[in-house]
């Protein structure tokens, strides 16, 4: 868009509130603004500044101050807009409790002219060279002809932050880099792959956030990606998955169902009779088995066989499933999980002995086989900052970053501590941590 930065910018400052109100001051001449709320606020005041620059003939600039801020804009007559960068946008927090959920992002206007959608040309179908024969050097009209089924994408407005109340009230926005950045998690965790994946999230000491990390990954990719997602307590000692979670109507563990295990692997066996065994999450969307941690391991001893038998049944009715790991390497339990596993995750917290437990078990792992060196060699690392004094987790993930492909650090968040976790529950910066967790996995599927 063309603007005439030689004349004399008519002086134009407006302020409206979240209930609607507000006013225009234009070279000293007050507007008043009433609208039903915020948006429509906005789209009144820019219709309002249109105007003048059409009387002008030229476009305006103008300051714009709301609830989110203060926004140095330019409006031309048509109504377009786009941002002043000769003066800078002062971005304002607002309270968690706001419709407009929080994001990361810069909400000042993107500078590019509104209604111009981003257009990527598909790079499938350049013209088809010409292919020699023995008896004609000539193309195919096949192969001359492109095709009328060129795909373009259109990049989706915005919608959050500043552009977003924009596009909104139909001035059409490019998102923001941080935006794009989250629709690029999104999309990688939406996938479904040919055949099950089998994720197994492990540390060797307790108390490292491997339960949290099992559940709000998979929530993630249940939410985004759709169901077909479980989480498998394989824990012989005092397995917590089952406390972090909700309970069906029934109290089945993985022990009920392994005397079942032929009959769910027959022809027979339906989808729905998983419904006996595992603990739906109603909000989440995936699926729980859990272990039974009231009993002592002596009491309800699991196998290498019996995982095997569970990992059949959970891979027969599930495209994702998360293994929640127990504290001994040794037992044959947590090795035969590791045989199954095509994605490893090492939970740890911002502790020192956390870190360096979960460190020494990629090592080792690293000299045990070529299936397990592989696994520590992609291998993505969730540190959670439990302690809210702790400052240390960016330092934790830096010296992870030497030994795997990957590390993702968790601000501090309180509805992690204790109760039921659930993705809904959290900051806004949290769910946005975890969905970049959730994207370093996928990337590994």
Do not use: C
Not at 241 to 261: N, S, V
Not at 320 to 333: T, Y
Not at 342 to 357: S, Y
Not at 392 to 414: E, L, M, S
């Amino acid at each position: 868009m063309s603007t005439d930065t030689t004349a004399a910018w008519p002086r134009v400052a407006a302020v409206i509130k979240d209930d609607g109100s507000g006013e225009v001051n234009i070279s000293g001449k007050t507007h008043p603004v009433q609208a039903e709320d915020l948006p429509g606020a906005r789209a009144a005041v820019v219709e309002l500044v249109a105007e003048t620059a059409d009387k002008l003939g030229r476009s305006v600039r103008a300051t714009m101050t709301d609830p989110d801020g203060d926004w140095p804009v330019i409006i031309a007559a048509d109504g377009t807009v786009e941002a002043d960068d000769s003066a800078p946008a002062r971005p304002r927090e607002r309270d968690a409790e706001d419709d407009e959920p929080a994001s990361a992002e810069d909400p000042a206007i993107a500078t590019d002219t509104p209604a111009a959608a981003a257009v990527v040309p598909s790079p499938g179908h350049a013209e088809v060279p010409a292919i020699a024969t023995a008896t004609s050097t000539s193309a195919t009209r096949r192969e001359a002809r492109q095709s009328f089924l060129t795909q373009e994408q259109t990049e989706e407005p915005a919608t959050r932050g500043w552009r977003g109340a924009l596009s909104r009230v139909g001035l059409r926005m490019s998102p923001s880099d941080a935006e794009r950045a989250e629709r690029a998690d999104v999309h990688e965790v939406s996938q479904h792959w040919p055949g099950p994946r089998t994720i197994a999230i492990v540390n060797a000491k307790g108390g490292a956030g491997k339960t949290p990390s099992t559940v709000l990954l998979a929530a993630v990719f249940a939410r985004y990606g759709g169901a077909g997602v479980l989480t498998w307590d394989n824990n012989q000692t005092r397995g917590t998955l089952g406390w972090r979670t909700e309970q069906g109507p029934h109290e089945a563990t993985l022990l009920d169902l392994l005397p079942q295990t032929d009959r769910l692997l027959s022809t027979g066996a339906q989808s729905a009779d998983l419904a006996h065994f595992v603990h739906h999450q109603t909000r989440d969307r995936y699926d729980v088995l859990r272990s039974k941690p009231m009993e002592l391991a002596s009491a309800q001893r699991v196998d290498a066989a019996d995982v095997d038998a569970i990992h059949q049944v959970a891979s027969k009715y599930y495209r994702l499933i998360f293994i929640d790991s127990g504290n001994d390497e040794s037992d044959p339990m947590w090795r035969r999980m590791i045989d199954h596993t095509d994605q490893l995750v090492v939970a740890t917290t911002t502790r020192d002995d956390h870190a360096e437990a979960g460190a020494l078990l990629l090592e080792a792992l690293a000299e045990r086989d070529e299936h397990t060196a592989q696994l520590t060699k992609n291998a993505v690392v969730v540190v959670n900052q439990a302690d809210p004094k702790a400052n240390n987790a960016a330092r934790v993930a830096d010296g992870y970053r030497a030994i795997a492909r990957d590390a993702i650090t968790i601000p501090h968040d309180p509805a992690m501590i204790d109760g039921v976790l659930r993705y809904g529950s959290l900051r806004p910066a949290t769910q946005r941590a975890w969905l970049a967790a959730g994207a370093a996995v996928a990337r590994g599927l």
